[in-house]
């Protein structure tokens, strides 16, 4: 899916390998669809996996876990989308206290 499938008017990132990509563009477009709650629940599911290659890429690449969300996320928001990939996962309290020894967390 294509940035430009997701809310039907977002202008898609030029396909190069340049790293300048408009980033604070792609952040303000991704919370004014969070504003007018015009995305169905796949194209929510779209970004939710690109983000979280996201992250395991850039923390591959650091050599350990970074920090994954700012200040601005509130601790209900972040706890419910930790469960939310739990249970997509078809994790257990258990497994996830087995990998949640194996990471290191950063501050």
Do not use: K, N
């Amino acid at each position: 899916m294509s940035s430009s499938d997701v809310a039907g008017h977002v202008t898609p990132l030029p396909a190069t390998d340049d790293r300048s990509h408009d980033v604070p563009g792609v952040v303000a477009t991704l919370e004014q669809l969070v504003e007018s709650g015009a995305l169905a629940p796949e194209q929510v599911r779209a970004i939710v996996s690109a983000a979280t290659r996201l992250y395991v890429a850039a923390s591959a690449r650091a050599g350990h876990e970074l920090p994954p969300l700012g200040p601005e996320v509130s601790t209900t928001d972040a706890v419910t989308l930790a469960c939310a990939l739990v249970r997509s996962q078809d994790l257990t309290p258990f497994e996830m206290a087995v990998w949640f020894s194996r990471g290191e967390q950063t501050r």
